[in-house]
Structure formats: structure tokens, C-alpha cells
């Protein structure tokens, strides 16, 4: 009788050894690009949007490269010490990637970095978890955005609804957040019906390195900061 391939074991060393193998490429990759780009930068990103940082990496492709994942990793890249930097002064790069963080190495003058990330914001629905950003309610009466097959689902996210005459109708006032709040998964899903977008891509720089000097960006962090780190 032949052997059930549910109870066949699976080594792990093949799993482990692509997983160093594609860390040290990410290694390699982020040390040829700081020989190759004139400046580097942390940046910090809030309500992460892939399919439009896909578009904003894209758009700078020619000039620039990005890179975003492991901060461990990333740093072991740069060096995390005077001892073990790979160019003069970059540990204080390393020293910064923290949380939502990541790389941006470019060939761009600086004051158009600074532009181009203090001018980037992408508008976007809330997820579920978010913070709300203005309270929203809802008043008694007629909803007629809505069609009267929505009423069901429209009650099952909590909106006190009825059909009057083949129209949605919300019997009372009804709030949907709270500012301030987190959002629950049935107001996001409202707020997303209602068409109204809370979360607001955006990306801020931390840093900025180049052979010549360094330069922080952020208020509350100094360079004594970056050096005991």
C-alpha cells in the first residue's frame, strides 16, 4: 500500500537556507546601491498603501531605488557601528531604521527629495483599526444613496434601517465613529459605502547622508540620539 504524502516529513534546511540566501541578497543589493547613488535617507511611512508607493517607486526608478523590509537586515547592510560601517559616518543611517521604516537611495538633489516627500500624499478608505479622523453620524431619514437590496447588509453593520416604500430609511441617528477612535470593521466598511476617505498615505524623512555631512530631519531626535543608540 503506498505511503500517504500528508505523513511524508519535510526537512526545514532547504526553508532556512533560502531564507539566508535571500537575506544576503538583500544584503548585497543595498551595499552596491550606496556605491552607486549620491545620497541615502530613512524614511517613515503612516497608513502603507503598496499598489501607490508601487506607483511613487516607478515614477523615481531612473534616479532612485527604495528599499523596504527587515530593519535588522537593512542595518546589518549599512553597519551598525563605527567598527563595522561599510563608508564613513553611515551607522547613524542604520541607527535610525526603526518601525514602518526604510531606504531611499538616490542620485536627486537634495531640495528635490525634500519637496517631492513633503508634497506626497495619497487619500485612501480606512481600514478596520484605524484611527477616525472626524466624527461621522448619520441622521434620521431617507438614505437614498443606498438601493433597497443593501438594507440587509446595511443591518448587519449595526445601522438601525428599514424599507419605507422601497426606500432605505434610517429609523434614527446613527453614528458611525468617533474621532479619535479606533474604527471598527463594520464602520470601516460604512465609511467605505459612504464613500468618505479617512487614511492619508504619506512618507517622511528621518535622514539624510552623503560622504560630505549627515542631517536629521525629525524633531525630538538629535545626534547624540543617533550616537548612543
Known amino acids: 500500500m503506498p505511503k500517504s504524502k500528508r505523513n511524508r516529513a519535510v526537512s526545514l534546511t532547504k526553508t532556512k537556507k533560502k531564507g539566508r540566501e535571500h537575506k544576503e541578497t ?13 545620497s541615502i535617507y530613512v524614511f517613515t511611512f503612516e497608513n502603507m498603501r503598496n499598489l501607490k508607493f508601487k506607483e511613487f517607486r516607478e515614477q523615481l526608478k531612473s534616479t532612485s531605488r527604495f528599499f523596504l523590509g527587515s530593519n535588522k537586515v537593512m542595518q546589518v547592510s549599512l553597519g551598525r557601528s563605527v567598527a563595522d560601517e561599510i563608508r564613513p559616518g553611515i551607522h547613524k543611517v542604520s541607527k535610525l531604521l526603526r518601525g ?15 519637496r517631492l516627500f513633503n508634497e506626497y500624499e495619497e487619500y485612501d478608505f480606512a481600514r478596520t483599526g484605524s484611527i477616525a479622523t472626524e466624527k461621522m453620524e448619520l441622521k434620521e431619514g431617507p438614505l437614498e444613496q443606498f438601493t433597497h437590496e443593501m438594507e440587509p447588509f446595511l443591518r448587519k453593520q449595526g445601522m438601525p434601517v428599514r424599507l419605507n416604500k422601497g426606500v432605505v ?49 525629525r524633531e525630538g531626535q538629535d545626534e547624540s540620539d543617533v550616537e548612543s543608540a
Open 26 to 38: 538583500i544584503v548585497n543589493s543595498i551595499r552596491e546601491a550606496v556605491e552607486s547613488y549620491d
Open 100 to 114: 514602518d521604516a526604510g531606504l531611499f537611495l538616490t542620485k536627486l538633489p537634495k531640495e528635490e527629495v525634500e
Open 169 to 217: 430609511e434610517l429609523v434614527s441617528d446613527f453614528v458611525v465613529c468617533e474621532e479619535g477612535k479606533h474604527l471598527s470593521p463594520e464602520s470601516a466598511r460604512i465609511l467605505r459605502l459612504l464613500g468618505i476617505k479617512m487614511a492619508t498615505f504619506r512618507l517622511h524623512l528621518i535622514c539624510r547622508w552623503s560622504p560630505e555631512d549627515f542631517e536629521l530631519y
